[in-house]
Each structure stands twice: as C-alpha cells, then as structure tokens.
C-alpha cells in the first residue's frame, strides 16, 4: 500500500489549499485513511480520519475549517484547509491502517507527506 501526497505549497493567512493522497497497492475501502501533521520540533498529530464506512473524525483543531473525503473509485483522499493560519504550517501526511483513532502507531502504510507554509 503506498500513499502519495499532492497539493501543498505556500499561501498567505486565510488562503485555501486542496490535499490529495492517491493510495496504491490495495482495495482503498479495506482501510481507514487519515491525514497527520507535523511541524518543526513538535509530535505527528492526527487531523482528521476516515474509516471504511465513511464516518468522519476531525480532530478540534481541524473542525470547521478542514474537510476531509474520499473518492473510493479513484482511491483518492483528500483534505480541503480553509481560513489557513501560520500554525496551520507543517508537513502533512496521509496514513492508512485497519484501525481508526488519532494514534500514529495504528497506521502501517505512509506516504513521504506535502509541506504546507502559511505566511501572515
């Protein structure tokens, strides 16, 4: 299974971005998908997840201002950032596994992560 991240890049405070995870190597369904971040010096913390129903978990900083979906037919996750700030700045990578939650080491398969730079 080898994620692959796409579409991050440099914006200013408030602009938008559109993260993409193509998945290759198995049945997209079978896992749960969910994308991290890590900034400079700090943890991988999850942002948001989504299992093999589709149900969603945002994780409080994401809520409002991200969306996270998928497209099963083009084994393709996605995650839209809205109303970005300079904390949003970090790496983000998108995860699959067999279990949902926020905890890093439940996702077996990562993809390298799309770097994202908020500038105010």
């Not at 994308?35 to 945002?58: H, K």
């Not at 990578?93 to 500038?119: N, R």
Request: glycine fraction near 12%; hydrophobic fraction near 30%; proline fraction near 2%.
């Amino acid at each position: 299974v080898h994620p692959v991240e796409s579409g991050g890049g440099s914006v200013q405070t408030g602009g938008s971005l559109k993260l993409s995870c193509v998945v290759s190597g198995d049945t997209f369904s079978r896992y749960v998908v969910a994308w991290f971040r890590q900034a400079p010096g700090e943890e991988r913390e999850g942002v948001a997840t989504i299992d093999q129903d589709g149900v969603i978990t945002y994780a409080d900083r994401a809520k409002g201002r991200f969306t996270i979906s998928k497209d099963t037919a083009k084994n393709t996750l996605y995650l839209q950032k809205n109303s970005l700030q300079p904390e949003d700045t970090a790496m983000y990578y998108c995860a699959a596994g067999m279990y949902g939650g926020f905890a890093s080491q439940l996702y077996k398969y990562w993809g390298q992560g799309t770097q994202v730079t908020v500038s105010s």
